[in-house]
């Protein structure tokens, strides 16, 4: 009776140590995550709260210091006044540019790059595999190796400093990952489901239609993330091939900083680089859960 | 009607030979099925008759027609695979209109063939489900029904059980014969089981490294092998095989085999031998037919040869009792009754049913 009271107690306390010392390793790192989220996040904060502020008041306080006031007169001029190289009409000519180069890229390469992975995957040929091999170099080859023949290519095809012209090298300099992307995810589908497939009566397309592309949401989405946030981001083509007003938002946004006016307009700026920023910013508030299951899981559970 | 033919057929991978010459024929409502062991070349040669797999040579003929080059579409098979393939995004219903769906076969029709199948094969409630919801036996039944929607010429199996449990295994295994019979479809079966081979086919051809070792009846297959491949991978626990010279003992060809003492043993031959029979032979003797030796035994079967054996060591199953005996040196392996069941360590008087006895030449390891 009593060793049991007793052994009783002394299990009591081992736990109370225990959960105590669980608790200070929890503190430890949750403290630690605290620390490093904060660095990542105060040049956020300091953008958008200059953002909202009075371009004199951070004249006088300096960038780095707590709003008075609260002004979306920044965001405005940012969006459709303020003068960028002689033209006044913000940044939303970029922002649109941006858009139009953008949405038909990732559209393109990552339909082109679905297609890809399925040939390479499931209807394999004789040099397929060195086929794909060739394809993946483009993931390793920096951009900057391309810009002069690019810049050859644009001039002949008659789309230099056009938009048109950016989305032919995104989609083209797109597609090696895209490829890539999707070929391993589809090898990971069973080839049974193909050869059912066939012998049900199903041809290259029907199969394609029917099964892969049911099948493929989760990559589908990692890819068209990947691509919209690359492209939309992608500053050296874009301030390489374009000039004025055909330019992406990137490129303009260093325009504006370069812009010869005497004072400097951080208000406006910070907006400006916000307003840029805000799209992949989006996609990936609302896609970030897919991008990370889709990127881990494979085709089948 | 439906029936296939296959002449002489090869595969190669570059410059590996995966079929070398391949014969088989079908007759119609047969069950034919391809067993051996793995990489033997019998799931290849069943993607060839489906059309999965090119032809490097020879030829292949449902129904007369040479399908050689005919898409697997075109060639009106159905196939049941191992992984079942069903297609996971569509329901049980979809799985099994998609091949209709792709032959533009009318809606009204479409819908008379699911409930016919459905009904047959008692999967009405599943129809709305997807395949994830579903367990393996009914995921099997579902791949069947698939397969028999079509109303095909020719129905492909590749080893369809394999990835079920024990006991669903044995009942699935039932319910495909019990289908087959309803059906009478003629049917090629993978498998790397013999049981499932010898319990449901026709006829039976036996892989090894690409070549067929044996095609036939089952009851022959098992009593007659045409060599020592087929004697070995046929029946489990497997044939016993033990050396012996071969003399002849009062006018009568007898084996003369080691025993434990050193001193030869003489079993007399029942079979009548072909005079250019080798002296060195092999004795091919199944589990089955090692019997302990009483008098009773003696006066039932004329055949039996008595030799002394040590018990090495005993498993029961239940039904019946394995038990490993030493013969000299080499060690054998005989099925007893349980009742009968002789102890480790005690030394056995057995009686060897000489009649279903093989024996090989060990040169060729053919049949004698």
């Not at chain 2, 003369?256 to 080798?278: M, Y």
């Not at chain 2, 589990?287 to 090495?312: C, M, T």
Request: proline share 5%; net charge positive.
């Amino acid at each position: 009776m009593v060793d049991a009271a007793l052994d009783q107690s002394l299990d009591h306390r081992a736990a109370t140590v225990a959960a105590r010392r669980h608790f200070l390793t929890r503190l430890v790192i949750y403290g630690l995550l605290v620390v490093f989220a904060a660095i990542y996040l105060v040049p956020l904060l300091v953008v958008v709260l200059n953002s909202f502020s009075d371009q004199q008041e951070i004249a006088r306080n300096g960038l780095i210091s707590l709003p008075r006031s609260f002004r979306l007169e920044a965001w405005s001029q940012a969006w459709s006044t303020y003068c960028i190289g002689g033209t006044c009409e913000g940044m939303q000519r970029n922002f649109y540019n941006s858009l139009k180069m953008t949405i038909p890229a990732t559209i393109i390469s990552t339909t082109v790059g679905a297609m890809n992975g399925y040939i390479l995957s499931k209807w394999r040929f004789k040099g397929s595999e060195a086929l794909f091999t060739c394809m993946l170099l483009g993931v390793f080859i920096p951009g900057q190796i391309s810009l002069m023949p690019w810049a050859f290519i644009l001039g002949n095809l008659g789309l230099s400093n056009t938009t048109y012209g950016l989305i032919v090298i995104h989609v083209i300099q797109g597609i090696s990952f895209t490829t890539l992307f999707c070929r391993n995810y589809y090898v990971s589908i069973p080839d049974d489901l193909i050869k059912a497939a066939r012998i049900d009566g199903a041809g290259f397309w029907r199969i394609f239609r029917k099964i892969i592309l049911p099948l493929s949401s989760p990559i589908l989405i990692v890819t068209v993330i990947w691509q919209f946030t690359g492209i939309w981001n992608e500053y050296l083509f874009g301030v390489v091939f374009t000039s004025g007003q055909q330019q992406p938002i990137t490129a303009a946004l260093v325009a504006l900083t370069a812009s010869g006016t005497n004072v400097r307009a951080y208000d406006v700026m910070s907006a400006a680089v916000l307003i840029g920023a805000l799209p992949p910013l989006l996609i990936y508030l609302f896609g970030g859960k897919y991008f990370v299951r889709g990127l881990t899981q494979g085709a089948i559970k | 009607m439906s029936t296939l033919t296959i002449r002489s057929l090869r595969k190669n991978y570059g410059t590996v030979e995966v079929l070398k010459g391949i014969d088989l024929e079908a007759q119609n409502g047969e069950f034919i099925a391809l067993v051996g062991p793995s990489g033997c070349g019998k799931s290849t040669l069943l993607a060839m008759i489906a059309g999965l797999e090119t032809v490097t040579s020879g030829e292949i003929r449902i129904d007369g027609r040479l399908v050689n080059s005919v898409a697997p579409k075109d060639r009106d098979i159905a196939m049941v695979f191992q992984s079942y393939a069903l297609y996971p995004t569509m329901t049980v219903r979809e799985n099994i209109t998609f091949g209709m769906e792709s032959r533009r076969v009318p809606k009204p029709q479409q819908d008379e063939a699911v409930k016919r199948v459905a009904a047959f094969l008692q999967i009405e409630p599943l129809l709305g489900r997807k395949p994830g919801q579903l367990s393996g036996g009914q995921r099997q039944r579902v791949a069947m029904g698939r397969a028999l929607v079509r109303d095909p010429k020719l129905f492909l199996f590749d080893e369809p059980l394999s990835n079920l449990d024990a006991k669903l295994r044995v009942d699935m295994r039932t319910e495909i014969k019990k289908l087959h019979h309803r059906v009478g479809k003629t049917t090629v079966y993978v498998t790397h089981d013999q049981v499932e081979a010898m319990t449901l086919a026709s006829r039976i051809a036996v892989m090894h490294q690409g070549s067929v070792q044996q095609f036939d009846e089952p009851a022959t297959i098992y009593n007659r092998p045409a060599n020592m491949f087929v004697a070995g991978f046929m029946g489990s626990p497997a044939m016993n095989f033990l050396p012996a010279e071969l003399s002849e003992e009062g006018g009568r060809p007898t084996v003369a085999l080691p025993t434990a003492d050193g001193k030869t043993v003489g079993l007399s031959v029942v079979q009548t031998l072909p005079s250019d029979t080798p002296r060195q032979l092999v004795l091919g003797i199944r589990p089955e037919h090692i019997y302990r030796s009483d008098p009773d035994l003696q006066r039932r079967k004329p055949g039996i040869a008595q030799i002394d054996a040590v018990v090495e060591l005993v498993e029961p199953t239940g039904a019946e009792t394995m038990a490993v005996l030493r013969l000299g040196a080499k060690e054998i392996t005989g099925r007893f009754d349980p009742d009968g069941t002789p102890r480790m360590g005690e030394t056995v008087t057995l009686g060897i049913d000489m009649a279903r006895a093989c024996l090989f030449d060990p040169t060729t390891q053919r049949l004698i």
